[in-house]
């Protein structure tokens, strides 16, 4: 599960998105009875409503952070930060073939997509209808898309519960910009939110519907807007797996030589740590991203070699500071918060 | 006997010593009621049966009680109106506004209360992890008092131990957390401290461990002893070895 962050501009993280959820259809289409989402091929501009929807992705994020990009070209921007939180809860029987490629230049074929068997949840849709339901203190929105998610994991059998609903594929659950005023929390405009506890109770039920049922599930969430970092410390430690983008578009990285093969690094914080005392943790921590026309990659950054003859001060500091990030490693294994100076 | 350890972790993931007490107290024959709030079931067993203990066979002989954070939780919201049998659901907080943790601490001082046919040695109350239970809506004062509420119960009146694991950062920004989190160093036997290295990742020793005896709170006059190693974690074990002398480097 990748999560993407997109500095301010949702761009990358909705392509990360959408590749979980394509993934879902075509998996689904090979392996599985999909019941599991996807999700549009994607156009990366056109996010509105012909996109096709995967259980559970909330339509009305994705509309709203497309109308954002629009505007955010213009108007001022906020230091990056990253949009992150990802949570995945990856079920025994996901397939063994690992993924597939995808262009991101083509939207993926209607009768491919119409093939799955997608649910969705759109926010003010739901709004509408008011059944009575216990929310235990939470903000009835995430309360609504929570119990929205259970009725769909019982009626579908992914829970197991019932014996005749055997199901033989798992639900991939997409949620984007959970978090943001979209869904009537607070936290990401006020610092001494009105309701601190209602994303954290969300995680945790989410967590606790995930690993009793085949699902899997991408958050995304616009960390950089979100002011009380508490939460955010609280919610890596709720989610098995968290990553952060951090895209260069506007932050002063863009012009550097260091990175111009690049459009982003990946932040991978934590991995998940299941059925085991230990996690895989990869050799490589450093990776980076780029958009290529037809493709997504990510991969380990590399410096580019220090050919430069004068030995500028300004280039060498910078290269200190990018390799400073490069130490941080993620939070499942040993984080150094010091750096030793060579 | 009668000892309160505190584990705690910084920057990297402390459940190995969870995992590690869990098989520890059940091997030894006591009676251990487990407060799993972060991960399932299936989660513990498997890691258990890896450290050679059946979490299954050890509640259905009562000897371990086990109390899933998350599954409660889903009972709790989703779960039919009417209650069984006037029991009232231990994350119970949850859904009341007054966030006071008597539910759980009730299901607790139940669970470890030895009835006639017991046969086990001391009771024993492990916690994992205590910081969620701020995420979930507890103010640090109800959590403070359920701990102190379980000491008495446990430590004291049932000559048992109790091992809680929090998390912690030195600069984290979560202040009620620091504040439980403080407040129960001061109070601890036994603290082990898990960190990660301060110089970064390293694939062959995965962090570092404090071990703090509280000699200090017996009021003998000494100070406290510190003890530090450096592990590895592997499949089934974990490798503790002095400061610098890691099988790598050897």
């Avoid at chain 1, 829970?159 to 639900?171: F, R, W």
């Avoid at chain 1, 969300?202 to 991408?218: D, T, W």
């Avoid at chain 2, 990742?201 to 450096?230: M, N, P, W």
Wanted: charged share 20%; proline share 3%; net charge negative.
């Amino acid at each position: 599960l990748v999560f993407t962050e997109e500095d301010k501009y949702g761009l990358y993280s909705n392509l990360l998105f959408k590749y979980f959820l394509a993934e879902g259809v075509v998996c689904g289409h090979h392996l599985f009875v999909a019941s599991a989402k996807d999700h549009p091929d994607n156009i990366l501009k056109e996010l509105p409503a012909p996109l096709l929807d995967d259980t559970h992705r909330n339509e009305l994020g994705e509309e709203a952070t497309a109308v954002k990009s629009e505007d955010f070209q213009d108007s001022m921007k906020i230091a990056w930060r990253y949009q992150n939180l990802p949570k995945i809860e990856a079920s025994p029987t996901t397939s063994t073939k690992f993924g597939h490629y995808y262009d991101v230049s083509k939207t993926m074929s209607p009768e491919l997509s119409q093939s799955t068997k997608w649910h969705s949840f759109y926010l003010p849709e739901e709004l509408s209808s008011q059944p009575k339901m216990k929310t235990c203190n939470m903000n009835s929105a995430y309360a609504r898309l929570l119990h929205s998610i259970q009725r769909i994991i019982y009626q579908e059998g992914f829970d197991g519960s019932d014996p005749q609903k055997k199901q033989k594929t798992i639900l991939r659950i997409g949620i984007q910009s959970l978090g943001s005023m979209l869904w009537g929390d607070d936290i990401c405009s006020n610092d001494t939110p009105e309701d601190i506890h209602s994303l954290t109770k969300f995680l945790y039920v989410l967590r606790g519907l995930l690993r009793k049922s085949l699902s899997a599930c991408i958050i995304t969430v616009p960390a950089h807007l979100i002011q009380n970092k508490a939460i955010m410390e609280r919610v890596t430690n709720l989610s098995d797996t968290v990553v952060g983008l951090e895209s260069f578009i506007g932050s002063e990285r863009e012009t550097n030589p260091l990175y111009k093969d690049y459009h982003g690094l990946v932040h991978v914080h934590q991995i998940p740590r299941l059925n085991s005392l230990i996690c895989d943790v990869s050799d490589t921590k450093d990776l980076a991203f780029r958009l290529k026309r037809k493709l997504f990659t990510i991969e380990r950054l590399h410096l580019p070699p220090d050919l430069s003859d004068t030995v500028s001060r300004a280039s060498k500091q910078d290269l200190a500071e990018s390799a400073k990030l490069l130490s941080s490693g993620c939070g499942a294994m040993a984080i150094g918060k010091k750096h030793l100076d060579f | 006997q009668g000892k309160f350890t505190l584990l705690r972790d910084t920057r990297t993931d402390g459940s190995f010593l969870v995992h590690h007490f869990l098989s520890f107290y059940l091997r030894a024959g006591c009676k251990v009621c487990f407060v799993a709030l972060l991960q399932s079931f299936s989660h513990y067993n498997i890691v258990a049966q890896k450290l050679g203990v059946s979490l299954t066979a050890a509640k259905e002989r009562g000897q371990l009680v086990f109390l899933e954070g998350l599954k409660s939780c889903l009972d709790l919201l989703f779960g039919e109106e009417e209650e069984q049998s006037g029991q009232p659901s231990p994350l119970q907080f949850m859904s009341e506004s007054a966030s006071n943790l008597k539910a759980l601490f009730d299901f607790v001082r139940t669970s470890l209360t030895p009835t006639g046919s017991d046969s086990w040695k001391g009771p024993v109350l492990l916690v994992d992890d205590l910081s969620v239970l701020l995420s979930l809506g507890a103010t640090p004062v109800a959590v403070l008092d359920f701990i102190h509420y379980c000491r008495v119960a446990v430590c004291s009146q049932l000559k048992g131990n109790i091992v809680v694991l929090v998390h912690s950062n030195e600069d984290s920004e979560d202040e009620e957390n620091e504040l439980v989190v403080n407040s129960l160093c001061h109070h601890s036997d036994l603290i082990l401290w898990v960190e990660g290295l301060a110089t970064g990742f390293c694939k062959d020793v995965h962090g570092q461990i404090k071990i703090i005896r509280r000699v200090s709170l017996e009021l003998t006059a000494e100070q406290d002893h510190i003890q530090i190693y450096q592990y590895k974690i592997q499949d089934k074990n974990v490798t503790f070895f002095a400061r610098g002398l890691s099988a790598a480097v050897l």
